[in-house]
C-alpha cells in the first residue's frame, strides 16, 4: 500500500493563478480531508468528504473547491490563488468506523503563491 | 469556541531526561483527544486517542494523560529518535467532523 498520497510536493503560484492538489488514497478510506498548516496556528479543515460525492466545509473553505468523483481521489482546487493561501497542504484520509482515531495523513503540499 | 493550547513551544532535553508536554483545552463537551507526532518534512502520525478525564494510553516511552482541562504527554527517557512536533487536538461533542489543533510542541532530544 502507498497509503495516501500528494502532488504536487512543492508549487509557486502568482496571485490569480489557479491550480489543483492531488490527493489519492489506496487504503479504501471513506473519510477524506483537506488541512492546512500554517506556523504557529495549527493544522485547520478546510473541506472533507465522507464518501464519493459528498463534500462539505471545514473551518476555512474560502478560496477553495473540491469534489469526490471516486473513493480514491480527492483533489483540492484553488480558484485564485493569493498570497494568503501561501501554506503547507495536507490531506487525510480514514475509515468511517475510526475516522479521528486513525487518520493516515499524505507528505502534504508545500505551497507559496507570489 | 474551542481552543487549545499546547505548552511549551520548543523544548530540549539531553537523552535518558524525561518530561512532560502539556495541551490545556476548552471545549463544549469533549467528544475526544488526540495526539498526534509529526516529523519535519512529513505528515502527522497519530499516537494515541483519549476520550475522559483520567483515562491514559502508553506506547513505548510515551505515556499520555487526560483531566477535564488538560492533557499530557509523559516522555520517559526519551532517545533522539523521539525529537518530533508533537500536536494535539480535540473535538467537541457537538462537532461531527471537525478537529481543533494546537500548534505543537516542537521537541529535541539531544545524544
Known amino acids: 500500500n502507498a497509503g495516501v498520497t500528494q502532488t504536487p510536493k512543492f508549487q509557486v503560484l502568482k496571485t490569480g493563478q489557479s491550480m489543483t492538489l492531488q490527493c489519492a488514497q489506496d487504503?479504501?478510506?471513506?473519510?477524506m480531508s483537506w488541512y492546512r498548516q500554517d506556523p504557529g496556528m495549527g493544522l485547520r479543515l478546510i473541506h472533507y468528504?465522507?464518501?464519493?460525492?459528498?463534500?462539505d466545509q471545514g473551518e476555512v473553505p474560502n478560496g477553495y473547491n473540491v469534489s469526490r468523483s471516486t473513493t480514491e481521489d480527492f483533489p483540492l482546487r484553488l480558484l485564485s490563488a493569493a498570497p494568503s493561501q501561501t501554506s503547507v497542504y495536507f490531506c487525510?484520509?480514514?475509515?468511517?468506523?475510526?475516522?479521528?482515531?486513525?487518520?493516515?495523513f499524505g507528505p502534504g503540499t508545500r505551497l507559496t503563491v507570489l | 469556541e474551542d481552543q487549545v493550547t499546547q505548552s511549551p513551544e520548543a523544548l530540549r532535553l539531553q537523552e535518558g531526561e524525561s518530561s512532560s508536554l502539556n495541551c490545556s483545552y476548552t471545549?463544549?463537551?469533549?467528544?475526544?483527544l488526540f495526539w498526534y507526532r509529526q516529523d519535519p518534512g512529513k505528515g502527522p502520525e497519530f499516537l494515541f486517542t483519549?476520550?475522559?478525564a483520567g483515562e491514559e494510553k502508553e506506547k513505548e516511552r510515551l505515556k499520555a494523560t487526560l483531566t477535564k482541562k488538560e492533557s499530557f504527554l509523559h516522555i520517559t527517557a526519551p532517545k533522539p529518535e523521539d525529537s518530533a512536533t508533537y500536536l494535539c487536538?480535540?473535538?467537541?461533542?457537538?462537532?461531527?467532523?471537525?478537529?481543533?489543533f494546537g500548534s505543537g510542541t516542537q521537541l529535541t532530544v539531544l545524544p
Open positions: 487525510a484520509s480514514s475509515k468511517r468506523e475510526t475516522y479521528y482515531n486513525e487518520q493516515f
Open positions: 468528504s465522507v464518501g464519493a460525492g459528498i463534500t
Open positions: 487504503m479504501n478510506h471513506e473519510y
Open positions: 471545549v463544549s463537551g469533549l467528544r475526544g
Open positions: 487536538a480535540v473535538q467537541a461533542a457537538g462537532s461531527a467532523r471537525q478537529l481543533t
Open positions: 483519549l476520550y475522559s
